[in-house]
C-alpha cells in the first residue's frame, strides 16, 4: 500500500520522475490554488482563448456505433464538469505505492466498446473507408516508391487517428475546390495551392487553420522536383505574410471566474455529495480532477477505475491514479509522468464549519464518493463512464466529458443567479489553474511538471492569464500548513 506523504496530507501531491524511479514530491505552497469569493466577483472577460477541445473535425463513427456519450444526460445536450487546480508537490519525497500496477490489467467486460485510442476514438470502429479515403493520395504515392503495403501502413500510422481524420477533412475540400476548376490536386501547381489558400484567408480563416489545411494537402500532394509544397519558398513566404496581416490575438484575461465556480460547488445543488444526482456528482468529480490535475482532458479521459490503476490509502487520506494500459500522451516524452496522486485536502476532524464547508472541494472525497456510486453498474474500466441513457455505465468519450466540464462551469454559474459566459471550454481549466498556481509563487519547473510541459515557454506564451485583479481571495487547495482566512458572507 502507499504510504502517507511525509508532510501534512492535507496537501495534494504529485508524482515526478527521476532516475531512480517516480517519486511523489510535496511543497508547502501548492502550485495551483483554487479560490473562493470573499463576496466582490472579479470581472469576467468574454472571448475565446483557443480552439474548441472538441471540434467539428472529428473522427466519423458508422451509425451502428456504440456513443458513449449516451442519450438523455443531459437535456440541453451539454455535459457537466468539474473544475480543481493542478496538484503541486512538496519539496520532500514520499515513496509511491508499489503495488499500484502490480496486478495486470483486466480487459473491460463485454458490454464495454473496444478500448479508446489516446483521441477518445475506438479503432475498430473507424470505417476503412473513411481510412482509405483519408490517406488514399499519400499511399498511392508511396506505394508507387516502391514501398512495401506493411511498410506504408507502418508509416502512415504515424499520425494519430484524429490527425487523420482532420487532414481528411481538409484534404476533401481542396478536392473539391480543385474539381470546379478542373484542377488535379495531387498534381496541381504551386500557384493553385497559393489561391486556395488565399481564398481561405479572405474569408477570415485563422492562420492556424490555414496551417492545418497546408499540412493535409502537403501529406497527398506530390512534387517531385520542389520536395513537400509545404517547405516551398513562395508557400513559406505566404504563411509568414498570413501571421503578419492576421497576427494572433491571445486573449490574457479569465473568460470565466474561478473563485465564483468554485464557491458554488461548496453548496446545493452540489452538496451534500451523499445525495446529489449522478447527473451532478458526475460533473462536480471531473472539473475536480481536471484543476487538480492542470491535465488534459484527454489525459484525463485515460484515466481508469480498474484496481491496478487506481489506488485509495490511508483511510482515503490519499488517492493514485494512473491512466489505462497503451494510453499514448499528446507529448511521447512526458510518458513517463502520467501517475497522479492527490492527498485529501482539508480533511476532518474539522476545526469549524468552514474547514468543513472547504473539504467539499477535496477531489479525493468526489473520486471516492464517484467510483461509490458508480461500482454497482459500471460496464467499464475506464474512469467517467456514461450516467444515463442505453450507454450508461459504458465508458464516456472525450468530447463528453469536454461537455461536462463546460456544463459544471454553467451549472455553477446559474445555482447563484448569475448568466454563464456565452464562450466556455473545456481546455480553459488548464490555463486557469496553472495561472492561479504561478500568481501563489509556484515555480514554472512545478508547473511543467504538474502539466506535463516540457518547456516553460508553453506556459508562459499560451497559458499563462493574468488573474492578479481577481478579488483577495481564499486559497481552497493551497498549502496545508496555512491557516484558513477567507470569510463567506
Request: charge should be positive; proline fraction near 4%; glycine fraction near 4%.
Given at each position: 500500500m502507499a504510504t502517507t506523504p511525509s508532510s501534512s496530507t492535507n496537501d495534494l501531491a504529485e508524482i515526478r520522475t527521476s532516475a531512480s524511479g517516480p517519486l511523489c514530491l510535496q511543497r508547502h505552497n501548492s502550485l495551483s490554488p483554487l479560490v473562493l469569493d470573499t463576496g466582490q466577483r472579479g470581472t469576467v472577460r468574454r472571448g475565446c482563448t483557443g480552439q474548441s477541445v472538441a471540434g467539428h473535425d472529428i473522427v466519423r463513427v458508422p451509425p451502428n456505433s456504440t456513443d458513449p456519450s449516451g442519450a438523455g444526460q443531459s437535456k440541453s445536450g451539454r455535459g457537466s464538469v468539474i473544475v480543481s487546480s493542478p496538484s503541486l508537490g512538496d519539496s520532500g519525497m514520499v515513496r509511491q505505492p508499489d503495488n499500484v500496477i502490480a496486478r495486470p490489467p483486466v480487459g473491460d467486460s463485454g458490454l464495454q466498446r473496444p478500448s479508446l485510442t489516446s483521441e477518445g476514438v475506438d479503432p475498430a470502429s473507424v470505417p476503412s473507408t473513411m481510412e482509405t479515403a483519408c490517406l488514399a493520395p499519400e499511399r498511392q504515392y508511396l506505394l508507387n516508391a516502391g514501398l512495401s503495403?506493411?511498410?506504408?501502413?507502418t508509416i502512415q500510422s504515424s499520425r494519430a487517428m484524429s490527425t487523420r481524420s482532420l487532414y481528411s477533412s481538409k484534404w476533401s475540400v481542396f478536392e473539391r475546390w480543385c474539381a470546379e476548376r478542373g484542377e488535379p490536386p495531387t498534381h496541381c501547381e504551386v500557384r493553385v495551392i497559393l489561391e486556395f489558400l488565399q481564398g481561405l484567408f479572405d474569408k477570415g480563416l485563422s492562420p492556424s487553420t490555414l496551417k492545418v489545411y497546408l499540412a493535409a494537402i502537403s501529406a497527398c500532394h506530390v512534387s517531385p522536383d520542389t520536395g513537400s509544397v509545404g517547405q516551398h519558398t513562395l508557400v513559406s513566404r505566404f504563411m509568414?505574410?498570413?501571421?503578419?496581416?492576421?497576427p494572433v490575438i491571445r486573449l490574457r484575461a479569465p473568460t470565466w471566474d474561478l473563485t465564483l465556480v468554485l464557491k458554488a460547488m461548496t453548496g446545493p445543488p452540489f452538496e451534500p455529495i451523499q445525495s446529489i444526482p449522478i447527473r451532478l456528482l458526475s460533473i462536480k468529480t471531473a472539473l475536480l480532477l481536471a484543476l487538480a490535475s492542470a491535465k488534459r482532458v484527454g489525459e484525463v479521459h485515460a484515466m481508469s477505475s480498474h484496481p491496478s490503476c487506481i489506488n485509495f490509502a490511508d483511510n482515503d487520506m490519499m488517492v493514485t491514479l494512473l491512466p489505462r494500459p497503451g494510453f499514448i500522451p499528446k507529448v511521447l516524452s512526458t510518458a513517463a509522468r502520467q501517475r497522479l496522486v492527490l492527498t485529501a485536502f482539508s480533511p476532518p476532524p474539522f476545526e469549524s464549519d468552514e474547514a468543513e464547508r472547504i473539504h467539499s472541494l477535496c477531489p479525493v472525497r468526489a473520486l471516492r464518493a464517484y467510483i461509490s456510486h458508480t461500482q454497482s453498474w459500471r460496464n467499464s474500466d475506464q474512469l467517467f463512464v456514461c450516467y444515463g441513457g442505453k450507454q450508461k455505465g459504458c465508458a464516456l468519450s472525450k468530447e463528453r466529458l469536454s461537455h461536462w466540464i463546460i456544463e459544471a462551469i454553467r451549472t455553477a454559474y446559474e445555482s447563484v443567479g448569475e448568466t454563464p459566459p456565452p464562450i466556455l471550454k473545456a481546455h480553459s481549466t488548464r490555463a486557469i489553474a496553472t495561472s492561479w498556481a504561478f500568481t501563489s509563487g509556484m515555480s514554472l519547473e512545478q508547473i511543467c511538471e504538474s502539466a506535463n510541459w516540457?518547456?516553460?515557454?508553453?506556459?508562459?506564451?499560451?497559458?499563462?492569464?493574468?488573474?492578479?485583479r481577481a478579488p483577495l481571495a481564499h486559497n481552497v487547495l493551497g498549502a496545508a500548513d496555512q491557516s484558513w482566512t477567507a470569510k463567506f458572507p
Open positions: 503495403d506493411a511498410v506504408v501502413s509568414k505574410g498570413v501571421r503578419r496581416l492576421r516540457n518547456s516553460p515557454n508553453t506556459f508562459v506564451r499560451f497559458y499563462n492569464l493574468d488573474v492578479s
